[in-house]
């Protein structure tokens, strides 16, 4: 479009280069105070609605870094990150980590909708980034350290899980997905999938016990 309009004024300079120019007194001062008055009603309604939209999303989203931890349904994930995936783990019915009903998943991340998901997250080897590009979500996951984050999906839906640091030569292969689902759906799986991990539980595998005590803020 808007090389459409740069090339239609070309042409038109070039048409009428040699047309002498119209004589005009600038018009009448109450013209002008129209023209300006006008010009800055339209200024002041439309990019002040965006200021003032622009300023309550800042301040609501992207500067709002405190973890609502005392929201009743917040759901709380611990995530390992390591060449090359992305391992969650969910508590289960008894609220604690590293227990025999924890859900754990691979590269993929399931959460209700419309409800503050708070995630802690390290890593077992190099330095990743935990990503989630459609929610403006970054953040380090780096050896012996637990960072921390939270987010919320607005809406069901499915989206990538990305990490944004190069940490090896399979960087390429850590992707994941973030699936929303309603509240009953998602409640639902992870009461199956606790069921099924406290079947599978095995207390000498020491490599699935990577769980930590819940770090609070």
Request: charged residues 25%; neutral net charge; hydrophobic residues 45%.
């Amino acid at each position: 479009m808007a090389a459409l309009a740069l090339g239609w004024m070309v042409v038109a300079v070039w048409r009428f280069r040699g047309s002498k120019r119209a004589a005009s007194d600038g018009g009448t001062k109450r013209s002008r105070a129209w023209v300006l008055g006008l010009a800055l009603s339209t200024f002041l309604v439309v990019d002040g609605a965006l200021l003032v939209g622009s300023e309550g999303y800042l301040r609501d989203v992207l500067w709002n870094l405190d973890v609502p931890a005392k929201d009743p349904r917040t759901v709380r994930i611990e995530i390992n990150a390591h060449q090359w995936s992305w391992e969650a783990r969910y508590a289960g019915e008894d609220g604690r980590f590293n227990t025999p009903d924890d859900v754990v998943t691979w590269n993929d991340l399931r959460v209700p909708a419309g409800v503050p998901v708070w995630v802690q997250l390290v890593s077992t080897d190099v330095v990743h980034g935990f990503s989630l590009p459609n929610f403006r979500v970054k953040l380090d996951a780096i050896p012996g350290r637990v960072n921390q984050t939270w987010f919320r999906a607005a809406r069901e839906g499915a989206w990538e899980v990305a990490c944004y640091q190069h940490c090896g030569t399979s960087h390429y292969r850590m992707r994941g997905e973030l699936r929303a689902l309603s509240a009953e759906a998602y409640a639902a799986w992870l009461r199956e999938a606790g069921r099924q991990a406290v079947q599978a539980y095995d207390v000498d595998d020491s490599a699935a016990h990577w769980g930590w005590e819940w770090k609070a803020p």
